[in-house]
């Protein structure tokens, strides 16, 4: 039988797409884990669970980082962004429609961390070649689409920010 040295626990206290959530957890339990299943948000994906492919891409603080990579103990007082949150955005919209429109996804199970990912690359990097871009991406892996498509949308929602497609206030400084 178990005890509870045997399986330790904290209290953590977090933001969750400015939600103010506090949850007690396994001080092993990995972020993604945590927010799958202590916060219900399943819009991020586990894949690799060891850092490589990117599916469980999600922001602490402003940062991306991989779910799988972190504690969930590592994130208590910190603020957690996932896909779920960037629904209103129209920066997101934008990307989102470009991958429709670009036929970059098939099975969609890479997608939203693809979309966490090329969200920060229009927020922190709007000037970016398609060279820049390919290297950008390349943390997140995708078994379907052979990569040149999400590249493309990618590419697609920088060129209409850059023609002023997207407003100031669509995307964060
Ligand atoms: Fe985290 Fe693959 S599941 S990087
Ligand atoms: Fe299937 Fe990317 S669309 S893994």
Known sequence: MNTPLDNPSMRVSVQVNGQALVRQVECRKHL????????????SHVGCEH????????????????????LAAQADGRHIETVETLTPSPALRALQDAFVAHNALQCGYCTPGMLMAALDLVE???????????????????????????????????????AGGLQASEVRA
């Not at 993604?32 to 819009?43: A, N, P, Y």
């Not at 850092?51 to 779910?67: E, H, S, W």
């Not at 000037?127 to 999400?150: F, K, L, P």
Request: charged share 25%; net charge positive; aromatic share 6%.
């Open 124 to 162: 922190h990097k709007p000037d970016a070649n398609r060279e820049q871009v390919r290297e950008w991406m390349s943390g997140n892996y995708c078994r379907c689409t052979g990569y040149h498509a999400i590249v493309d949308a990618v590419c697609a929602v920088l060129e209409k920010q850059k």
């Open 32 to 43: 993604i884990d945590f927010l799958r299943e202590d916060c219900g948000l399943k819009g």
């Open 51 to 70: 850092g490589v492919c990117g599916a469980c891409t999600v922001r602490v603080d402003g940062q991306i980082v991989r779910g799988c990579l972190v």
